[in-house]
Each structure stands twice: as structure tokens, then as C-alpha cells.
Nanobody
Framework: QVQLVESGGGLVQPGGSLRLSCAAT????????MGWYRQAPGKQRELVAT??????YYADSVKGRFTISRDNAKNTVYLQMNSLKPEDTAVYYC????????????WGQGTQVTVSS
């Protein structure tokens, strides 16, 4: 059974930093794409940052502040979030497109990030 295990959320003051991690566990052949989405109260889920086919994508709202990285040996992706703003407050979800019999979409349970003084 495949699971995405997230960690690293919490409460931080504006201007602070947090690092999220997401590990893909279970049986699969490879990772097609892996990254982070977020959903703020009353808003739609939006893509924050992702690795796909060897390239990285960042939402305009986080460029220059957030950095996505990965450890292929651990099937883990990280999101380093610096210069956090109150508008970054949301539940952050890890997403992975994993190759098993075909390509399947998996989601983590979500981790709360709150930016507040």
C-alpha cells in the first residue's frame, strides 16, 4: 500500500521559516512527479511547487521564498519555506504521481501551516 507521510507544519511568525517533508512509502516503480499543494479556508486547492520530468515549477506567489528539493534515495520531497507571510497560511498537501501498473495520483493527509504574530 502506498502512503505519503508528511511532517513539518506548525505556527510561525511572519518572516519566519518552516520546512515540510513528504516521504512516499510502499510499493511502486518510480515517481513521475512529486510536490506540494495548499488550501486556505474558503479557497480552492492550489499548486505551490512541484518536480516533474526533471523540471521544477513554482507558483508566482512563492517564487524566491520557497524552495523544493528531493532525496531520490529516500523517495522524499522537501519544501523549504522562507519569508513566510500570513497569506501563506493553509493546509499543505503532498501530491505524488507514482508509476505502478499505470500512473496513479496519491495525496498526503495534509499539514497545517499558520503564519501569525
Amino acid at each position: 500500500q502506498v502512503q505519503l507521510v508528511e511532517s513539518g507544519g506548525g505556527l510561525v511568525q511572519p518572516g519566519g521559516s518552516l520546512r515540510l517533508s513528504c516521504a512516499a512509502t510502499g510499493s511502486f516503480f518510480s515517481i513521475r512527479a512529486m510536490g506540494w499543494y495548499r488550501q486556505a479556508p474558503g479557497k480552492q486547492r492550489e499548486l505551490v511547487a512541484t518536480f516533474t520530468s526533471g523540471s521544477m515549477y513554482y507558483a508566482d506567489s512563492v517564487k524566491g521564498r520557497f524552495t523544493i528539493s528531493r532525496d531520490n534515495a529516500k523517495n522524499t520531497v522537501y519544501l523549504q519555506m522562507n519569508s513566510l507571510k500570513p497569506e501563506d497560511t493553509a493546509v499543505y498537501y503532498c501530491n505524488a504521481k507514482l508509476v505502478r501498473l499505470g500512473v496513479s495520483d496519491y495525496w498526503g493527509q495534509g499539514t497545517q501551516v499558520t503564519v501569525s504574530s
